[in-house]
């Protein structure tokens, strides 16, 4: 069993940056896609940045520009580095990992972690 732990959320004003960290267990991390989803008060959890094992990132279209996700394989640690932050942007942050296999929107994902809460006051 994969166990993903998230951090790094917390409260802060709108412009300003926060980074989220998830930790994975297990030696098969370099082979995993990596992904970020969140989930606002009263809306669906909805996609928003993924890094495969072996090719580039993929984010939605509402972070392009502002967010990035990278990974430290030595580390089992999956990073989304967001930037000039939005009230809009408010959610609980989610990671996921799926073993050689891309992740969407569909939310379809091998492990899941409990969530990170971000809120971007205006």
């Known amino acids: 069993q994969v166990q993903l732990v998230e951090s790094g959320g917390g409260l802060v004003q709108a412009g300003e940056s926060l980074r989220l960290s998830c930790v994975a267990s297990g030696r098969t991390f370099s082979l995993y896609t990596m992904a970020w989803f969140r989930q606002a008060p009263g809306k669906e959890r909805e996609f928003v940045a993924a890094i495969a094992w072996n090719t580039g990132n993929t984010y939605a279209d509402s972070v392009k520009g502002r967010f990035t996700i990278s990974r430290d394989n030595a580390k089992n640690t999956v990073y989304l580095q967001m930037n000039s932050l939005k009230p809009e942007d408010t959610a609980v942050y989610y990671c996921?990992?799926?073993?050689?296999?891309?992740?969407?929107?569909?939310?379809?994902?091998?492990?899941w972690g409990k969530g990170t809460l971000v809120t971007v006051s205006s």
């Open positions: 996921a990992a799926r073993q050689l296999a891309p992740i969407d929107s569909t939310g379809r994902a091998d492990y």
